[in-house]
């Protein structure tokens, strides 16, 4: 299952990804309908992934930086019961951001395979938006 539905998301254009979605459909959709509604659903905020180059997709795709990022949020809001507000919450999920470091690099995401491919393909995607330095 997780091969045929990485078909999807590794496409190379759009046209290819409807063409993966519809072929999984056929395969699992009478076994797993709730994967295709999930998909279809979320259909519109995908597509703009795919005009992303391929290496810069490769990277976000992985999602094991971002499953870590998530973790260490979780773990700085967890214990603090409930917020006053939603300005509170979202102060201390940008301190919690700011201050997130991975231990296998410095700043988050370093560490990261191909982050500096992916960062310098940012970079020229998003001028003078992210700082190299």
């Known amino acids: 299952v997780a091969t045929a539905m990485r078909t999807i998301y590794t496409a190379p254009t759009v046209d290819g990804a409807e063409l993966a979605l519809k072929e999984f459909d056929q395969q699992f959709g009478t076994q797993y309908p709730g994967a295709i509604d999930v998909w279809r659903g979320a259909w519109p905020e995908f597509v703009p992934f795919l ?4 290496e810069l997709r490769k990277i976000v795709y ?72």
């Open 62 to 133: 992985t999602t094991n930086a971002i499953e870590s990022i998530n973790f260490q949020l979780r773990k700085i809001t967890k214990n603090r019961g409930h917020f006053p507000d939603k300005d509170a919450a979202m102060k201390l999920l940008y301190l919690g951001l700011r201050n997130i470091s991975s231990e296998r690099g410095g700043y988050s995401g370093t560490g990261t395979h191909n982050w500096t491919v992916a960062l310098n393909t940012l970079a020229r995607l998003f001028p003078g938006r992210i700082p190299l330095c």
């Open 51 to 54: 005009d992303y180059p391929v």
